[in-house]
């Protein structure tokens, strides 16, 4: 499975990097992700380069509790509708049903179990992708956890404390952080990402709930994920074609081993979505082609090498087909202000 997460959640860590005066542009470049997708509610990026982005970040803002304060961003759109599902639940147990039964629109690397044991419940982050050291980073679950929290902060207009919360990684050094935000024990390096929440407190009626706003914000999230389902397989076309262009290894043949399935079922696959895999490859390398030539640290022998191809002659012919200028007039354009463009 290719882990993605939509774009809203991440622009909290756009906005969290400009609270440090961070330019978040070069970081998304860096972590191979297109920053103009902040600008579409419905894209996602690939997980593995989220976690890179995460790594980028904190190294940046030289804070260990960088996705903690990060949270500040949570906007209800960071989960798409769900947040206004979120917002208009009766109770925060329905809120949490709610959450539980559609985080996958907010990403599908993981899941939610909302489980009760007495009168507390357990709301547990599990992961559905294998973790690998060195490349998820603590600021990612730790910028989960805030989030959860602030949102049931949200719907009680703050009157929301847990109980308890174990969080999976070391205790960092600005651990009193963690505290004070949640405001009850904190438990590092513990087996489960979790939180502890009073029973009757979720039990409670909100006088916020709207039955008719939480029922049509559902549909849209229902509608989203079948559309999501339907693409799953143009992403995960894409995500394999970006990771394998530099060696060279994109033969639709290679691609189709890489997801195992024959080729016949990936062409068939992807003429349900109407398209081919040679347009995908070539939707894919000019995607990747305008945020690398953005990038003034790559050189164009780099890109050429990075997008596959076998010469610069060959990108040069390609990049002038999608923008109708040699790659290196296009990045002079890019360099020139305005003004001088229209005194030339």
């Keep these: ?20 005066g961070v330019e978040y542009r070069p970081l ?27 790594h980028l970040a ?19 759109t960071t989960l798409h509708a769900l947040g206004y599902a979120w917002l208009a639940s009766h109770t925060l147990k329905e809120a949490l049903e709610r959450l ?22 357990l709301v547990r982050f599990v992961d559905l992708l294998p973790r690998q ?7 990612q679950i730790d910028l989960a956890l805030a989030v959860l929290v602030r ?28 505290e004070a935000y949640f405001a009850c024990p904190v438990v ?65 043949d290679q691609i189709a081993g890489k997801l195992n399935l024959s080729r016949r079922s990936l062409q068939r696959k992807l ?14 390398r000019k995607e990747l082609a305008s945020q690398y030539m953005a990038d003034q640290s790559y050189s164009i022998s780099e890109i050429t090498y990075l997008l596959g191809f076998s010469d610069p002659s060959n990108f040069n012919r390609a990049f002038r087909r999608w923008k109708g200028v040699s790659p290196r007039a296009w990045r002079n354009r890019k360099q020139t202000p305005p003004t001088a463009r229209l005194r030339q």
């Design 1 to 20: 499975m290719i882990g993605t997460t939509i774009s809203s959640w991440v622009l909290q860590v756009a906005r969290g990097l400009e609270d440090y």
């Design 28 to 54: 998304f470049l860096e972590a191979g992700m297109d920053p103009a997708l902040l600008q579409d509610p419905n894209a996602r990026y690939h997980y593995t380069r989220i976690a890179r982005l995460f």
């Design 58 to 76: 904190v190294e940046a803002t030289g804070d260990d509790c960088f996705g903690l304060n990060a949270s500040r961003h949570w906007h209800p």
């Design 100 to 121: 539980e039964r559609y985080l996958k629109i907010v990403s599908n690397a993981g899941r939610l179990n909302l489980l009760r044991e007495d009168d507390t419940f």
């Design 133 to 139: 050291d060195g490349i998820e980073h603590p600021a």
């Design 151 to 178: 949102m049931c902060r949200a719907s009680r207009d703050g009157g929301f404390t847990p109980l308890r919360v174990e969080i999976t990684h070391p205790r960092p050094t600005c651990y009193a952080e963690h």
């Design 188 to 252: 590092f390096g513990a087996a489960q990402d979790q939180v502890w929440m009073d029973a009757a407190i979720l039990e409670a009626t909100l006088p916020t709930g709207n039955a008719e706003l939480a029922r049509v914000n559902d549909e849209i999230v229902t509608r989203y994920l079948a559309q999501m389902d339907r693409d799953d397989i143009v992403t995960r076309v894409k995500v394999s074609i970006t990771d394998s262009l530099p060696s060279g290894q994109v033969t639709e």
């Design 271 to 284: 003429q349900e979505q109407s398209t081919s895999y040679r347009e995908v490859l070539e939707e894919t």
